[in-house]
Each structure stands twice: as structure tokens, then as C-alpha cells.
């Protein structure tokens, strides 16, 4: 638990020195945005009621120190003190560019080092908070995890992404059920083999959580391969560093053609956050929309793509798995690659999308 030894007032800040020697200065602004009295932030919503923009900018405090486990700090002007929690000041102690993320221990893999792919039972995630919590544990470790004994139904399969978050509706639906006919403009309604990919290329905001169940399957072949993005990257960036920039730099356009609609979004294969930690691994090459670069610069970064796809490609690094019915794979669109090999007779999926946020929520509860 962070400690408070000392506390020195500045014209403009506020200097606290930590239990450890770490010293942290915050302006005496930011410290009156962010109090945490009734009157400044909402008890319930715990929505900043306080408007920042009337603040003085030359603010300054008569008097600061601890109290109990705040600090308070009365203003010069003001007749109520604001309270600030020693745990929140702690969050900040030291600075660094906003980060919108869980930070939640991710476990790279290949196909020898990731293990048995583990299950929770259908039953326990739907009655119990434990049982949902070893499942997102899973997803947050390694990028996909599978229910185990899920009823062989669309309904039972939305009752269990909806434990996750709402439904996303896309051009598909929200949840829906699929087989080899074509009935969309998209190669996954077909019996063809698939390779690794991420799924929404063409959407600015692309599907952050996945959930695919097999409802029955008579036939051969249907591999479902599972591809650890992160990895790939990593393995990319220690092989190639210039095709890891480029790749995080460029620009790549994905569509989707068909059922009266034409969608499109561009953003680079791998997308990092301010402080250039990888969020996001963006990758379909069968969606990958026409566009051209500079003569150089357009050979350059067909050669970084073909080295990502050689990796994502590259069996060592891939989980193969037949889902049986009953075996709902819940998986980070973000994060893992998926695709399936091509298939002969019949066979039925269902499925949905969540939104990252609602599954960075629940990670916050349950597993941070």
C-alpha cells in the first residue's frame, strides 16, 4: 500500500514524497480536476462534475496534508477543501502518455509452447462468477479459450457471449448461423480453406471479441487454426525490424463488397497505442482493398507482408483443433488469428461479436 512521508507546496504544484523516495509533482490544477469530493465527482456515476474550464489556471492551495487515507487541500477562494485519495495520487506517481488498456499478463505461443488448450464448462460460466472469470482469464493469457458442453443451439451460444457483453450487429446480423451456401458475399460461407486472418478489416472500429460454436458437423477436414498475432509480431520485429515498421506505419485498406454494401477502413496491420505498445493486430488478405505506394516504398511493404503471412502460415506457430458440437471458442479478433481448413460434407456455425471495451471491462473486474 503506498505511503505519504512528505508534502511540499509550490506556487504551482504540489511535491509528495512517496514511502519508497519517489518524489511526484502535480500541478496544483490537475489536482483540483481531479478531486474527489461529492461536489467535484459524482458519488455514484463517479462522472467529474466539476467544470474544468472555469477553473482559475493561476489556482493556488492555502493549505495540503493527510488525512487518513486523502489528502485534502484547501483553496485559496474556495470555501469546500477537496479530497483526493491516496491510492488514486499513487496510480499517477509517474507520468506517462494516456494509455487505454488492461494491463493483464499475456502469455505469447506457439503450437509446443501453448498448453492443452484449457475449457470451463458451459454450465459453470453461465451460473457462476467463477466460472467466468477462469474463462476470461484464459482469453486474456492466451488470446482464445473454449465452453465446454454448450447446449447445440443459437440460443445458448447468445446466452453465453451475452455473459460477455452485448451483441454487436454487423453486416452479418448480430448472432448468426452459417454453412456452405454462399448467402453472403464472403468466403466463410463456403467449404473453401481459410487462411489466418483477423475478421472487420473494412470496419473502423473492427469486432474486438469473437465467439464461433459448431452446431453439428458431418464431413472431413474443417481444421480450425488458431495463430497468436502478438507472437507473430514479436518474431517479426526480432527477424525484420523494417518490415515490423513498416507494417506498423502503413496504412492498409480492407472492404467488403456485396449485399448492397460497400465498406471500408484502413489502419496499419499492427497498431500501437501512445507509448508504442502493440493493441491491435489487423490482418486479411482476402479483404485487403487495392491502394499504391511509391514504387519503392509498394515493394518494401509487400515484402514485410509476405514475411508476416509466412509466419502466420507456418504451422509451428499455429493450434489446430476440429471443434466438435458443443465447444463454443470464445477468441481476441484483436489479437489471434483464425481460419479453417477446407472441409467436405455438412457443417453448421453460429455465432456473434462482443465489443473489445465490454470484454476490457469484465477484465477489470474479474481479472485485473
Known amino acids: 500500500m503506498a505511503t505519504i512521508t512528505d508534502l511540499e507546496a509550490g506556487a504551482a504544484s504540489l511535491a509528495i514524497t512517496w514511502g519508497d523516495g519517489v518524489v511526484t509533482t502535480y500541478p496544483w490544477l ?7 469530493d461529492e461536489h467535484s465527482l459524482h458519488p455514484v456515476t463517479m462522472q467529474r462534475q466539476l467544470h474544468t474550464a472555469a477553473i482559475d489556471p493561476a489556482i493556488t ?5 493527510v488525512v487518513g487515507d486523502a489528502v485534502s487541500i ?5 470555501s469546500r477543501p477537496s479530497v483526493l485519495p491516496v491510492a488514486f495520487l499513487a496510480r499517477f506517481r509517474t507520468p506517462v502518455a494516456a494509455a487505454a488498456r488492461v494491463d493483464a499478463a499475456r502469455e505469447l505461443w506457439d503450437a509446443t509452447s501453448l498448453p492443452v488448450a ?6 459453470d460460466i453461465m451460473d457462476t462468477e467463477h466460472g467466468l472469470h477462469a474463462w476470461l482469464q484464459q482469453v486474456a493469457t492466451y488470446g482464445f479459450a473454449i465452453a465446454s458442453g454448450t447446449p447445440n ?3 445458448a451460444t447468445e446466452a453465453l457471449l451475452r455473459r460477455v457483453g452485448y451483441v454487436r450487429e454487423t453486416i ?3 448472432m448468426w448461423s452459417f454453412t456452405a451456401d454462399l448467402k453472403k458475399a464472403d468466403t466463410a460461407y463456403t467449404n473453401l480453406e481459410l487462411l489466418p486472418h483477423t475478421d472487420g478489416t473494412y470496419s473502423h472500429d473492427a469486432p474486438g471479441l469473437q465467439l464461433l460454436h459448431c452446431l453439428g458437423f458431418v464431413g472431413e ?6 495463430v497468436d498475432g502478438f507472437r507473430v509480431a514479436a518474431e517479426l520485429r526480432e527477424r525484420a525490424p523494417e518490415a515490423y515498421r513498416l507494417l506498423s506505419t502503413v496504412a492498409v485498406p480492407g472492404q467488403y463488397i456485396g449485399d448492397g454494401s460497400h465498406l471500408i477502413a484502413a489502419r496499419p496491420v499492427l497498431r500501437h497505442d501512445a507509448d508504442g505498445r502493440l493493441v491491435q493486430v489487423s490482418y486479411n488478405t482476402a479483404d485487403r482493398a487495392p491502394f ?3 514504387a519503392d516504398e509498394m515493394v518494401a511493404f509487400y515484402d514485410a507482408l509476405r514475411r508476416f503471412d509466412e509466419l502466420t502460415n507456418d504451422r509451428s506457430l499455429q493450434w489446430r483443433h476440429v471443434l466438435a458440437p458443443g465447444e463454443a471458442m470464445l477468441f481476441d479478433n484483436w489479437r489471434v488469428l483464425h481460419g479453417r481448413t477446407a472441409y467436405t460434407g455438412e457443417r453448421t456455425m453460429c455465432g456473434g461479436y462482443v465489443n473489445h471495451e465490454d470484454f476490457e471491462s469484465l477484465s477489470l473486474i474479474h481479472i485485473s
Not at 61 to 65: D, F, K, M, P, V
Not at 118 to 123: D, E, F, K, L, V
Not at 221 to 226: A, N, P, Q, R
Request: aromatic share 10%; glycine share 18%.
Open 292 to 294: 499504391l505506394l511509391g
Open 118 to 123: 484449457a475449457s470451463t464448462p458451459w454450465a
Open 61 to 65: 492551495a492555502l493549505e495540503a496534508g
Open 172 to 174: 452479418f446480423g448480430g
Open 30 to 36: 490537475w489536482l483540483r480536476d481531479h478531486a474527489h
Open 221 to 226: 477436414g474443417g481444421e480450425s487454426t488458431m
Open 74 to 78: 484547501t483553496w485559496a477562494g474556495e
Open 153 to 155: 443451439t443459437v440460443e
